[in-house]
Every structure is written in C-alpha cells, then in structure tokens.
C-alpha cells in the first residue's frame, strides 16, 4: 500500500540533524518527497550532495514510523496537516526562513485573509489594557479582519473572547500539541472557537507545553500576520519576542504607549522610544495607518493612458504586476541604490502608476 504524502511530510519534521531552514535547502534538491525517505543513502548523497554520514544520521526509519504514527492519530482526533506547499499552509508565514515545514489545526480555519494581525500582551492585564482590547475589536469589526495571538493569560485570551464577542474572526497558536489545551481555564473559549475558527500549532500531539516551545509559537503569531499589536508588556517577556520577530519578518509593529513607570507598559514605551514600534492611539488610527479605512476614497490621482515609461519605470512596474515588493527587494532586483530607486518610485506615484503600502512596500496602481 502507497504511503500518503502527509506521512511523509510529518516525518521530514522529524529527521535528525536538520530543522526547518536546512529541511527547505534540502528539499529544492530533490524531486519527489518519498525520494528522500526511499533512495539508497549513496544515490541520495549525488542528489543532495550531502554526505552520506549526515545522511545516515537523519534516522529515515525512524522519522517514517515518527510519521505515520502521528498521521493516524491525526486522522482520529479531526486534526490537519497544512504542509509549506500547500494552499492552505498562511502564506505569509511561508516567506519566512524558519516557517515551520508542517502545522496542525483543528476547527474551521482560514489562515489566508486578505488582512491579519496579530494582538500580543501581558499574562497580567490590567483594566486599561482590556479596555485598549474592546475598542480596538470593536473598531475592527466590519473589516474583514482575521486576528492571532496565543491564546495565554492575560491579553491574549482577552482578545479571543472579545473577538467571538464582536464575531470577529479569530485563531489562536498554541506551544504544545493539539491533544491538550494550556492553559486548561480556556478550554471552552477554545471550543467556541472550533465553531467558527480554531487551533494552530506546528507541535505533535503528546507535545508538553515546556517553557521554550513558546518563542517558536510566537514566530509563527508574528510571522501570519501583516501587523503585530502589542497592547500591555513589562520591559521583557514573550509580547516583545513576538515583536521583535515581527521587526526581522519586515511586518508592521505597534504598540499602545501607557504611564511612565507603570510596570505592564514600560515594554510598550520602550518599543516606542527605540522605534521598533508605531505608537498607536486607536482603533481608526491603525486602519488608517493601514490603509483599511473601507471607506477612505482612493487617492485622486489618475493614471496617464499611454504614458511612456523610462526603461528603469518599466522594469519597476513588471516587477509590481506579479506581487508588491519592499523597496530593498526593488533595488536588489535591478542592481540600483535605494536611493535612486527611491526618487523613481516617488515619481511613478504622483503619475498615478504605483502606491506606497505598509512595511515600505509599493503596489501598482
């Protein structure tokens, strides 16, 4: 009987000696999936050009029976395979070196909105951050916007139960596998979520919540959302991790400014002094930093017909028709100083041909 292709790619999580940034280098080298777990180790060391004792170590066997043990278990208990390739895999943790190669979810979840953001904070709210929380739900409500966090104490379960208050869709990312839920005094919020949304996490079933899964949660929190909130936070703590991960993903970071020398919003007045973080005062104030103000007109600005482009406004704007690009990418792809590329981009703008987006990314028009 075929092995299926999800046993296969749970296994590949599991082969010893590589995780998921050499797992992907790896893979661009071979053709078919069972190559790697079938091919005789010599004829796998020509493919891959990796030597034969790394790749006897990987323990193939093993990760095989590691696969299918979790498949069927899978199977069992309702719960998904999201491989990096597929459609359903969040697309934008996929542009992420260290993505995970495999996730897991449970309940009806849709990674791929068209606008995610991720609302981090303090396991010790206090009232001023859960008010922070409802009006920032409730100013989002109507804008089809899909919100992540980890579904801790604190901040992160406040904006669960306000966004299944608000209808707002919502998924929480756990540090430990879905045969459990920790902490367990949230476990019928998570089952309300099941209805509508659900549970994501790149851990096994079995898996405990030990304290050093929950960094790896929280580059996946940073790494599935166009822009990551953090509400309430002490001067360290998991909120600016997920911030700082944010930062390096080139994803826009907030943060609400609270009283000095209150404990619970020195991390967030630190983000802001240091400008690792837009200050933010509100709802209708990060849509509009957004651009997902529905009902903003759009700029007046019309285009030129038949306008004539420079060779180097040409190459810009076939780059733009397959998908938007930082400004560094720009000027990577066309071997020109930001700087140059930055005066271009300024003046395809006031001719209507491109927009500037968050993230210093542009769009065509």
């Known amino acids: 009987m075929k092995t299926p292709q999800q046993v296969y ?23 078919r999936l069972e190559d790697l777990f079938e091919l005789p180790i010599p004829e796998l060391e020509k493919i891959t050009g990796i030597p034969q004792k790394t790749l006897y170590a990987m323990d193939r066997k093993e990760a095989l029976l590691y696969g299918k043990k979790c498949a069927a278990y899978n199977s069992r208990k309702g719960i998904q395979t999201h491989f990096i390739t597929d459609k359903t895999y969040p697309r934008r943790l996929r542009e992420c070196a260290d993505a995970p190669l495999v996730l897991f979810s449970k309940g009806n979840c849709d990674f791929n909105y068209e606008r995610v953001i991720a609302v981090v904070g ?12 409802e009006e920032l739900i409730q100013g989002i409500a109507d804008k089809n916007i899909l919100v992540i966090s980890g579904m801790a104490y604190g901040i992160d379960i406040c904006i669960h139960q306000l966004c299944l208050k608000y209808n707002v869709p919502t998924i929480g990312v756990l540090g430990h596998g879905l045969d459990r839920l920790y902490p367990s005094t949230h476990k019928t919020t998570a089952q309300r979520m099941f209805e509508n949304d659900g549970l994501l996490t790149e851990f096994i079933p ?37 911030a700082e991960l944010a930062n390096e993903y080139n994803r826009d970071v907030f943060a609400y400014p609270g009283n000095v020398g209150q404990q619970f919003s020195e991390g967030c007045n630190n983000l802001i002094l240091k400008q690792k973080a837009h200050l933010l005062l509100g709802s209708s104030h990060f849509l509009e930093w957004m651009q997902w103000k529905d009902e903003e007109k759009k700029s007046t600005i019309q285009r030129q017909l038949f306008i004539d482009l420079t060779e180097d406004e ?26 140059k590329i930055n005066v271009l981009l300024f003046q395809m703008e006031m001719k209507g041909l491109v927009q500037s987006i968050p993230g210093n990314r542009f769009q065509k028009v």
Request: glycine share 8%; net charge positive.
């Open 206 to 242: 079995g898996t405990n919540p030990d304290r050093e899964n929950f960094p790896m949660r929280n580059r996946i929190v940073a790494g599935m959302s166009d822009a990551t909130i953090v509400v309430e936070s002490k001067i360290s703590g998991g909120s600016l991790i997920t």
């Open 122 to 133: 303090t396991r010790n709210a206090t009232t001023y951050g859960r008010q922070i929380c």
């Open 314 to 339: 040409q190459k810009i704007i076939d780059l733009l028709n397959q998908k938007n690009e930082h400004i560094d990418v720009l000027a990577s792809t066309l071997e020109q100083p930001v700087s």
């Open 9 to 31: 790619q749970i296994a590949l999580t599991a082969l010893k000696g590589f995780g998921p940034i050499k797992t992907r280098q790896l893979l661009t080298k071979i053709h």
